[in-house]
């Protein structure tokens, strides 16, 4: 059996498993757009943390450092799916002359909605919106948790509010952030996922 320290600090774990385990899971969900693989994420990175838990907890931040691995672990599967899909273009790709066919893309609606227009973000632009605007991180806190500076937060998030304006269209009920907000308000209630 274990010690007393050791039942102590599996006991602490249950609990920050308990407290976060969701929310990190729909920050998987917001960063990857993948319900499915949302769980997966947050259950590897809550294993990533286990595996560190001494360490983890005596830095402080625990849940700043379970975002940072669940934000690497999105980006390490969405780096994944974009080389399988361009593996899987380079094979059905028509070989020899001729016009390649068919479009390019699919044919885009009038109005996109924030979650397409977040999935269509780079990853780092798309994790600052998700992180400031989402989460309601202050920008230093989403600069511990992305592991950049402060001012690549500000850059990044003013670029890519810039963009989902692009994408979204002309501004209807409230800016993009708000947009943003209102498009996440489900997944924090637990909706949606």
Known sequence: MGTAVDDAAAAEFHAFFEAHYAELARLAHLLTGEADAADDLAADALLALWHRWDRVRDAGHPVAYARGVVANLARTRIRSAVRERR??????????????????????????????????LPFRKRACVVLRYAFDLSERDTSLVLGISVGTVKSQTSRAVAELQRLLGPPGPGTPAARVRVAVAAHRSGGDR
Do not use: K, S, T, Y
Not at 99 to 111: M, S, T
């Open 87 to 120: 593996r899987i273009a380079l094979f059905w790709a028509p070989r020899g002359g001729g016009d390649g066919g068919a479009a390019e893309g699919p044919d885009v609606p009038a109005v996109v909605d924030v979650q397409e227009a977040l999935r269509r």
